[in-house]
């Protein structure tokens, strides 16, 4: 199983993107998804995670602005960032883990005007 990230971009500030992380199959018995991201400099951290039984946490720093959702007929969750500020321009990976198992997508660049 491969996560193929996509959707990433250059938008100013105040904009929107959505990612999209696509499975090559589908991927049984998921625990959760989540998109993370990691600044030149800083260590990747945790921006939205959506767990099987619904259940989504998120960074306060994107809290109200981004929202993971997911779409099981096309095993793909997908990342809607609405005003976005420079201070998310990063590179942007999704994960899958599942059946003990910990899938990373290839990272999708995300940067933000001023």
């Known amino acids: 199983v491969q996560l193929q990230a996509s959707g990433g971009g250059l938008v100013q500030a105040g904009g929107s993107l959505r990612l999209a992380c696509a499975a090559s199959?589908?991927?049984?018995?998921?625990?959760?998804m989540a998109w993370y991201r990691q600044a030149p400099g800083k260590q990747r951290e945790l921006v939205a995670m959506?767990?099987?039984?619904?259940?989504?946490h998120y960074a306060d720093s994107v809290k109200g602005r981004f929202t993971i959702f997911r779409d099981n007929a096309e095993d793909t969750v997908y990342l809607q960032m609405n005003r976005l500020t420079p201070e998310d321009t990063a590179v942007y990976y999704c994960?899958?883990?599942?059946?003990?198992?910990?899938?990373w997508g290839q990272g999708t660049q995300v940067t933000v005007s001023s």
């Open positions: 199959e589908s991927i049984p018995l998921v625990d959760h």
């Open positions: 959506l767990a099987s039984s619904g259940y989504r």
């Open positions: 994960k899958a883990a599942y059946s003990s198992k910990v899938l």
